[in-house]
């Protein structure tokens, strides 16, 4: 792990979206361990009062509302006398379900979150990042955003459409001083499984669908007690998200498990009609 002075990184200010638990949550303690002024935020005001009595100066941002977004950005500025180093994009969810029993107001719903609401949040702050002339950005995707995988088609389309966004965004920036990293997540311990069962069951009629039985079977793999092989502790994240803040070349790409190097590297490999196969028999 890198080893920066920590007189130097008090002065370093990071907004990270989606602490109320899983990544965000390990994220904002072990930079704010590491000696970041650290802004954790989270949608719901029991989560920010929370985060507020563990130390944090925490402030409701909900990335489907863009005056939410607006106003944390605002106060974050006025805390740190108009400066911030870094943002940690961290927050999203997934919605599960097949393509044909996705509506336009549910696939919508998911790009407001996971693409709109991160690039909203990134424009408000470039300009900041800009006069200072350095920065770092830093969007969570997945191994999703790399692969697809059956059912899984509102979160791929999503992330697919992060990673082009963000990659286009690296290539714009350069000369600024503001660097820019996507992190690809395997599996990571934290609720992001039961939060996708609920979105399953709020948005999909399962009992009615032709994919029933196929939900049924999501579902009780959301809700078993065993994890799905080759998960890592948030901190694996952590890791990669202390080297994209304070390595002199952050990388483009951050992959996190085993599962992630392994599918990008076959992607590059196989035919597409094999690579179809594996796929569908991981899922």
Same mark, same amino acid.
């Given at each position: ?162 990673? +082009?966004?963000?990659? @286009? #965004?690296?290539? $714009?920036? =350069? ?6 990293? /996507?992190?690809? !997540?395997? *599996? ?38 065993? +994890?799905?092989?080759? @998960? #890592?502790?948030? $901190?694996? =994240? ?6 994209? /803040?304070?390595? !002199?070349? *952050? ?33």
């Amino acid at each position: 792990m890198l080893k920066t002075p920590k007189s130097l990184l008090s002065n370093r200010s990071v907004l990270i979206t989606g602490c109320s638990s899983g990544i965000g949550y390990c994220v904002a303690h072990g930079l704010k361990t590491r000696g970041y002024l650290v802004f954790a935020t989270a949608r719901h005001p029991k989560d920010v009062a929370r985060l507020q009595q563990e130390g944090f100066p925490s402030l409701v941002l909900d990335l489907n509302n863009s005056q939410s977004i607006f106003e944390a950005v605002q106060t974050v500025l006025e805390r740190t006398d108009g400066r911030l180093y870094g943002l940690f994009n961290n927050g999203g969810y997934g919605q599960p379900g097949a393509l044909e029993d996705l509506t336009r107001e549910v696939l919508r719903q998911q790009f407001e979150t996971n693409l709109f609401g991160m690039h909203e949040l990134t424009r408000q702050v470039i300009p900041t990042m800009r006069a200072q002339g350095e920065g770092r950005i830093i969007q969570n995707s997945s191994v999703l955003g790399l692969v697809a995988l059956p059912y899984r088609g509102a979160y791929n389309a999503s992330k697919f459409a992060l990673e +082009g966004l963000t990659d @286009t #965004l690296r290539l $714009e920036l =350069v000369g600024t001083g503001i660097s820019v990293s /996507l992190i690809e !997540p395997g *599996p990571i311990t934290s609720r992001f499984r039961a939060n996708a069962n609920t979105m399953l069951k709020q948005n999909i009629d399962t009992e009615h669908s032709i994919h029933h039985s196929v939900y049924a079977k999501m579902e009780r793999r959301f809700l078993a007690e065993k +994890g799905v092989a080759f @998960t #890592l502790p948030p $901190e694996a =994240v952590l890791k990669k998200v202390i080297h994209a /803040l304070e390595s !002199p070349r *952050p990388q483009p790409r951050y992959y996190v498990t085993f599962p992630t190097y392994v599918l990008a590297s076959l992607k590059r490999l196989l035919p597409y009609r094999t690579m179809d196969w594996v796929l569908r028999y991981l899922f």
